[in-house]
Nanobody, 123 residues
Framework: QVQLVESGGGLVQAGGSLRLSCAAS????????VGWFRQALGKEREFVSA???????YYTDSVEGRFTISRDDAKNTVNLQMNSLKPEDTAVYYC?????????????????WGQGTQVTVSS
């Protein structure tokens, strides 16, 4: 069993930055693909970014070049550095973990989820 806890959310002005962290406990993180998803009010949960156990990174088009995902397996954490934030990035952000790296954009393929952290970007 893997427990995930997100942190780092908050309120920021457009153009600002935030760094989200996902800390894992209960199992070593190094063999999992870890993804970040977000869900805005009234919308479906959507894929943001993922990093495989090999360190391969993936991003949805809307955040490519602005967000950077990284992992520190020694600390059992995955971080999402978010720069040049826009009001449309406002959402609850969730980290999730899964074995394997296929279908990393699909929330249904992830086995473990955190409780989410709110990110609000004001215009």
């Amino acid at each position: 069993q893997v427990q995930l806890v997100e942190s780092g959310g908050g309120l920021v002005q457009a153009g600002g930055s935030l760094r989200l962290s996902c800390a894992a406990s209960g199992h070593t993180f190094s063999s999992y693909t870890v993804g970040w998803f977000r869900q805005a009010l009234g919308k479906e949960r959507e894929f943001v970014s993922a990093i495989s156990w090999r360190g391969n990174t993936y991003y949805t088009d809307s955040v490519e070049g602005r967000f950077t995902i990284s992992r520190d397996d020694a600390k059992n954490t995955v971080n999402l550095q978010m720069n040049s934030l826009k009001p449309e990035d406002t959402a609850v952000y969730y980290c999730a973990a899964k074995t394997g790296s296929s279908y990393y954009t699909s929330p249904g393929t992830y086995d473990y989820w955190g409780q989410g952290t709110q990110v609000t970007v004001s215009s």
